[in-house]
Structure formats: structure tokens, C-alpha cells
């Protein structure tokens, strides 16, 4: 039975050029998935569910766009509301992360939302809160918050 030797020099020539197609594999399958999530160059995380939940709200896109194309009012927050007071609500996610959003002129009044309801908040970040420019009630039932 003959063995054939591979020369040291080839081998590493061989492995290294192997590397280097699955690093460039990799990176390309990392580029392709983002691109079909929706992830583009230049646009951040936040840029990416907004647009996701344009998408599901079509009543109201171009409510949404007049207000995303606004770049202080790019920012949003949903969840269940856990309290109403005279400043504004206080509205907890899924994870149980709470966020106070503040009534401002374009948002003097939450009406018709009450203690449990589900909203959809679009606003200017104030430090730890966020400052309404538009809300929507969101249907269906509440939000089981974990750990509660």
C-alpha cells in the first residue's frame, strides 16, 4: 500500500486558505440573514422594529412615516399601562421594564386608555422618559408581564 506524503508547507497553504472561505462564508451568511431581517447599512436596531411595526399597523403607515421621518420622534415604547396620573402613564413590557411617557401638546390627553390596556407610544426621549407625539391602543388581550 503506498502513502502519500503531503509536504508541510501545503498543508498549512491548504488550511489556511480554508479559514479563509469560512470566515468569508460565515461573514456572507451573516449579511444575507440581516438583509432579510430587514437590517441595512446605516440604519440602527430601533430604525428596524419601527419599520417591522409600521408594517403590522397598515390603518395608520402614513401617520407613522409623517412621524419617523422626524428623526427626535424616532424613538417608541409599548406595553401594558400600569398607572394614569395628571404628567402621564407608565406603561411595563413583557419583561417588565417600565418606561414613563410624559402628555405633551401633540399628546394632551390619553383618552379612552385605562389601567391594562395595550399601547403603542412614538416620542422624543426626555432623559429616563419619553415625551408622546402619537399613541395607539393596541387590540387583544393584556400583556402577562413575567414575574407578576
Not at 428623526?71 to 417600565?98: K, S
Request: glycine content about 8%.
Amino acid at each position: 500500500m503506498k502513502s502519500y506524503k503531503i509536504p508541510k508547507k501545503s498543508l498549512i497553504i491548504y488550511l489556511v486558505l480554508f479559514v479563509i472561505i469560512l470566515v468569508i462564508a460565515a461573514f456572507s451568511s451573516g449579511y444575507f440573514i440581516g438583509q432579510t431581517l430587514g437590517y441595512e447599512e446605516g440604519k440602527s436596531e430601533n430604525d428596524v422594529i419601527l419599520t417591522k411595526i409600521l408594517n403590522n399597523f397598515t390603518d395608520y403607515k402614513d401617520e407613522f412615516k409623517k412621524l419617523l421621518d422626524n428623526d427626535e420622534a424616532r424613538y417608541a415604547a409599548f406595553g401594558e399601562v400600569i398607572e394614569i396620573d395628571d404628567q402621564g402613564i407608565l406603561i411595563a413590557n413583557i419583561f417588565g421594564i417600565e418606561k414613563r411617557v410624559l402628555k405633551t401638546e401633540a399628546v394632551d390627553n390619553f383618552e379612552g386608555i385605562m389601567e391594562g390596556d395595550r399601547i403603542f407610544v412614538v416620542g422624543e426621549p426626555q432623559g429616563e422618559t419619553l415625551s408622546a407625539r402619537f399613541y395607539k391602543k393596541l387590540p387583544g388581550p393584556a400583556l402577562k408581564i413575567l414575574g407578576k
